[in-house]
């Protein structure tokens, strides 16, 4: 059974993974939320934890030496865009520097296979976490070889993750208040917490049959916020605007990336080298392009 360390593996991507795929490998966490790492135990037994910071290198090291995983999957960060604007310092060192420990680490321990997950926000960065994120993708690409393969996952929004809108917006409507609603106008790319653990699996997948380096991500349906909110209360939204960092629009592959891309059914490789081939990705993938979820699948990604 292939051994997996997961950094940040209490939190929602790692939980999902976990939960989807807890018969399939064996799993360590490397985490500091004690909370979430006690919750995680109760929940999954076989799962071993490690308290530990991917800001503490030495920490770190002595990990993956111990465990001698035959995948990382990168999953610790700092992830909200307005706390990243207001904490810019500790958003460089989680994120990239933290993520530098992480291949540091891999390196030096020769673990084949590390997946960092990045977000469609570091596609055309315009904000600190963005920015952080896109460095991280940079970072794993610049690194990878053929004994130690660095590749990325790139999400969008995961539905009902931690500190996300959708279990927001629930307690709010449970307590019968109006919603809060930045503008009217701003469209997500969202899949679910399922569909998240798929694509790390593809991901996983696609680097035993390659030595090329890629960030992957799939096509993704578009929520318009103000649609969600009605689906999910009767009541008028509040529209409280933008918060520092946020944009009306995400961007999940960009323009400038096309001739880099490569289609396989709904998944989308970007890599490092152009791509002289008839499946590259034809337009532009961002919550404009995409194509809109219906009121449906709407209510299917809130349950």
Avoid at 133 to 161: D, G, L, P
Avoid at 282 to 287: C, G, L
Wanted: charged share 20%.
């Amino acid at each position: 059974m292939k051994r997996i360390l997961i950094t940040g593996g209490s939190g929602t991507v790692g939980t999902a993974f976990i939960k989807k795929y807890y018969n399939t490998f064996k799993f360590y966490n490397y985490s500091r939320n004690e909370t979430h790492i006690a919750k995680l135990k109760q929940n999954y037994p076989l799962v071993e934890n490690f308290i530990g910071d991917i800001c503490d290198l030495t920490r770190l090291i002595n990990v993956v030496e111990q465990v001698q995983p035959d995948v990382i999957i990168h999953a610790a960060a700092l992830k909200h865009v307005n706390l990243a604007e207001q904490n810019p310092t500790t958003a460089v060192e989680v994120n990239v520097t933290g993520s530098y420990n992480i291949i540091k680490a891999s390196i030096r321990a020769k673990v084949p296979l590390t997946i960092g997950i990045s977000t469609d926000k570091a596609c055309n960065p315009d904000n600190i976490y963005g920015y952080t994120k896109r460095i991280m993708e940079r970072m794993f690409m610049e690194h990878s070889n053929k004994k130690t393969k660095f590749i990325c996952t790139r999400f969008a929004n995961v539905a009902a993750s931690n500190g996300s809108v959708i279990p927001f917006w629930k307690n709010l409507a449970k307590q019968d208040l109006p919603l809060k609603l930045t503008s009217t106008s701003m469209n997500r790319l969202m899949f679910s917490k399922d569909a998240a653990a798929d694509l790390i699996f593809k991901a996983y997948h696609y680097a035993n049959n390659t030595q090329e380096s890629f960030i992957l991500s799939n096509i993704m349906k578009t929520v318009n916020m103000l649609d969600l909110a009605h689906v999910m209360s009767n009541k008028t939204p509040e529209v409280v605007g933008l918060r520092p960092g946020e944009k009306l629009n995400e961007t999940l592959v960009s323009k400038s990336e096309l001739p880099y891309t490569k289609i396989d059914q709904n998944y989308v490789f970007i890599f490092n080298k152009k791509q002289l081939s008839k499946h590259n990705l034809k337009q532009e993938h961002s919550s404009l392009t995409a194509e809109k979820m219906s009121a449906d699948e709407l209510k299917k990604l809130i349950q």
